[in-house]
């Protein structure tokens, strides 16, 4: 069965600093990955996806993730840490064929100036 | 685009009441989903449905029922509510898994106390 692990429930970095969020998934077939951001009092938006294409994935608002699968890690990272970033991001993977995700319970990334 | 909407986006309950939270996309997409969120714990799958007519339960779907009688609409009904189900509900769509990468689109949510 598929399942994603965040590592960290909670990052706090200093603007303009590196941003790195973990996150390690198990499936028994080749996954799709997904990064999806949450905003206070709003809605999940995708950030970026590895859908068996390149293993570097850029996705909106500066962020990007790497697969690799010899570590089953597809871990979010930003350069350089904006105020505008702090929100809760969580990790996903393909669930089966009805299509659902299975999502990490999430990290709340803070920034501080 | 509206996308994917949700009412009411705020409601609070007393212990047994029932109500129905309100779903609907127009983006024409077949898989539709609800999903609970709760504090440190991610969302959870509570039912989902692959076409009109066709509803399946997910990982949590005790307390809850669903109908899907159009492609557009997908509501959730609470029966007899209890405080376990305060949560952040989220309703999601998606295109046929053959045809997509598995990319869920979200409604904003609709958030619900029981007292």
């Known amino acids: 069965a598929q399942s994603v692990t965040q590592l960290g429930s909670h990052v706090s970095v200093s603007e303009g600093a590196l941003v790195l969020l973990r996150c390690n998934y198990s499936?028994?077939?080749?996954?799709?990955l997904f990064w999806y951001v949450q905003y206070p009092n709003q809605g999940l938006q995708l950030l970026l996806k590895?859908?068996?294409?390149?293993?570097l994935v850029k996705g909106i608002n500066g962020f990007e993730a790497e697969f690799k699968k010899s570590e089953t890690s597809f871990h979010l990272t930003k350069p350089s840490a904006h105020m505008s970033d702090a929100a809760e991001y969580f990790c996903?993977?393909?669930?089966?064929?009805?299509?659902?995700?299975?999502f990490g319970k999430g990290t709340k990334l803070s920034v501080k100036p | 685009n509206a996308g994917v909407t949700q009412t009411p986006k705020f409601r609070i309950l007393k212990i047994g009441q029932s109500m129905t939270l309100q779903c609907a996309q127009d983006?024409?997409?077949?898989?539709m989903y609800w999903y609970r969120q709760d504090p440190g714990m991610g969302l959870k799958l509570i039912y989902y449905?692959?076409?009109?007519?066709?509803?399946d339960k997910g990982e949590v779907p005790n307390g809850y029922n669903v109908s899907r009688s159009t492609t557009e609409d997908f509501p959730l009904r609470l029966e007899l509510a209890a405080p376990s189900q305060t949560s952040v509900y989220f309703c999601?769509?998606?295109?046929?898994?053959?045809?997509?990468?598995?990319?869920?689109?979200f409604g904003e949510g609709s958030r619900l106390t029981v007292l």
């Open positions: 499936s028994s077939v080749p996954p799709y």
């Open positions: 996903a993977v393909s669930g089966g064929s009805q299509g659902n995700l299975i």
């Open positions: 999601a769509s998606s295109p046929p898994w053959g045809r997509n990468t598995g990319e869920l689109f």
């Open positions: 449905s692959v076409g009109a007519g066709i509803t």
């Open positions: 590895y859908t068996s294409a390149a293993t």
């Open positions: 983006m024409n997409h077949n898989y």
